[in-house]
């Protein structure tokens, strides 16, 4: 059995802050951000929550797709940055397109969240537990940036992507994922409740604090996405018996351009089988690859049979990568 991408969708929040308006917040400089992220621009939801624009994301996929809502028998959301704790992000979109049938979870595996997701879609669908699939990944990080915080202000953006997966008789591929939590303190975002009950108006208080922000030591993540990308992408090819020669497309967690240009030299292939989207997005998180999957299908970049692998590395640690073939 295999997994096919039938439809694919994004949404992006219309306000935009060049790096330029960055350099009036933080000490930085737009040539700065450019030389060592590759990004020039993010987009800021100034109104749309996570629910708001995965709602977007997911109708545009199910119109692409020619499937309808009520298809769906499997929802999940991976995201990092839900305004609510329950009910859950996809039970909440669920409502909103009428995915009446769906079973619905969230997910949070940070910036590698798609590509699990992915993953255990492939699984249950796989595994005849379930036909129809939509996946979703959506962001609000502005909402868990330490805007003063000039290390990571400067990287992440907004936005959501999904994609619509349903199982046919082909034979699939295998995917790979690990995890390091003894590494977890490379990336990290706490939220704090105290332990008082306010029994008269019967709710807990959320107490926001410093370490309620995204922290991250960069060095040690680019370190650690540099080493293990390759490595994962190198696993998977193995187990599906395949070559770099037989993949055309690699599409990557957006988080900084550099990461890519190492990863593509590390595996000796052309920078050019890396597209890439994070000059105008920044780090989406959880919504870069189902974005960039989107730009890529909507520009016809992608053509029927291309075999492409799909890889994530995020928080946690965690990190992986799939095979899909296009149709």
């Given at each position: 059995m295999?997994v096919?991408?039938?439809?694919?969708?994004s949404?992006?929040?219309?306000?935009?802050?060049?790096?330029?308006?960055?350099?009036?917040m933080?000490?930085?400089?737009?040539?700065?951000?450019?030389?060592r992220?590759?990004?020039c621009?993010?987009?800021i939801a100034e109104?749309e929550?996570?629910?708001?624009?995965g709602?977007?994301?997911?109708m545009?996929?199910?119109?692409?797709s020619g499937i309808?809502?009520?298809e769906?028998d499997l929802l999940?959301?991976?995201t990092?940055?839900a305004e609510t704790?329950?009910?859950?992000v996809s039970c909440r979109?669920q409502?909103?397109?009428?995915a009446?049938?769906?079973v619905?979870?969230?997910l949070?595996?940070?910036c590698?969240?798609?590509?699990?997701?992915?993953?255990?879609?492939e699984?249950y669908?796989?595994?005849?537990?379930?036909k129809t699939?939509?996946?979703?990944g959506?962001?609000?990080?502005?909402?868990?940036?330490d805007?003063?915080?000039?290390?990571s202000?400067i990287l992440?953006?907004?936005g959501a992507g999904?994609v619509?997966?349903t199982?046919?008789?082909?034979?699939?591929?295998?995917?790979?994922?690990?995890s390091?939590?003894?590494m977890?303190?490379a990336l990290?975002?706490?939220?704090h409740?105290?332990?008082?009950?306010?029994?008269?108006q019967?709710?807990l208080?959320i107490?926001?604090?410093?370490?309620?922000?995204v922290?991250?030591?960069g060095?040690?993540v680019?370190?650690?996405?540099?080493?293990?990308?390759?490595q994962?992408?190198e696993?998977?090819?193995c187990?599906?018996?395949?070559?770099r020669?037989?993949?055309d497309?690699?599409?990557?967690?957006?988080a900084?351009?550099?990461?890519?240009?190492?990863?593509?030299?590390?595996?000796?292939?052309?920078?050019?089988?890396?597209?890439m989207n994070?000059?105008?997005y920044?780090?989406?998180?959880s919504?870069?690859?189902?974005?960039?999957?989107?730009?890529?299908?909507?520009?016809?970049?992608?053509?029927?049979?291309?075999?492409?692998v799909m890889?994530?590395?995020?928080?946690?640690l965690t990190?992986?990568?799939?095979i899909?073939?296009?149709?």
């Amino acid at each position: 059995m295999a997994v096919e991408i039938r439809g694919t969708g994004s949404y992006i929040p219309e306000k935009i802050v060049e790096n330029r308006e960055l350099e009036q917040m933080v000490e930085t400089t737009d040539v700065w951000i450019r030389e060592r992220t590759g990004i020039c621009r993010r987009h800021i939801a100034e109104k749309e929550t996570v629910v708001d624009m995965g709602v977007q994301a997911a109708m545009q996929a199910l119109e692409h797709s020619g499937i309808s809502a009520k298809e769906i028998d499997l929802l999940i959301v991976s995201t990092l940055s839900a305004e609510t704790v329950m009910p859950s992000v996809s039970c909440r979109i669920q409502e909103r397109i009428g995915a009446v049938r769906a079973v619905c979870f969230d997910l949070n595996a940070a910036c590698s969240g798609f590509l699990l997701a992915y993953q255990s879609a492939e699984a249950y669908l796989e595994n005849g537990a379930y036909k129809t699939a939509l996946i979703i990944g959506s962001e609000r990080l502005s909402n868990i940036i330490d805007w003063k915080d000039r290390n990571s202000c400067i990287l992440f953006g907004d936005g959501a992507g999904a994609v619509v997966l349903t199982c046919t008789d082909k034979k699939g591929y295998r995917f790979i994922s690990h995890s390091d939590g003894s590494m977890g303190n490379a990336l990290r975002l706490e939220h704090h409740y105290d332990r008082n009950l306010e029994t008269e108006q019967h709710r807990l208080s959320i107490e926001q604090s410093a370490s309620s922000k995204v922290s991250m030591d960069g060095q040690a993540v680019f370190r650690f996405a540099v080493r293990r990308v390759p490595q994962v992408i190198e696993e998977v090819l193995c187990i599906n018996e395949l070559s770099r020669e037989e993949i055309d497309c690699y599409v990557l967690h957006q988080a900084n351009q550099r990461i890519v240009e190492a990863v593509a030299k590390r595996l000796k292939e052309p920078l050019g089988k890396f597209p890439m989207n994070l000059q105008n997005y920044g780090n989406t998180s959880s919504a870069s690859i189902p974005i960039l999957l989107n730009e890529l299908d909507q520009s016809k970049r992608l053509k029927t049979g291309d075999r492409i692998v799909m890889a994530g590395f995020g928080g946690g640690l965690t990190w992986g990568a799939s095979i899909a073939e296009w149709i």
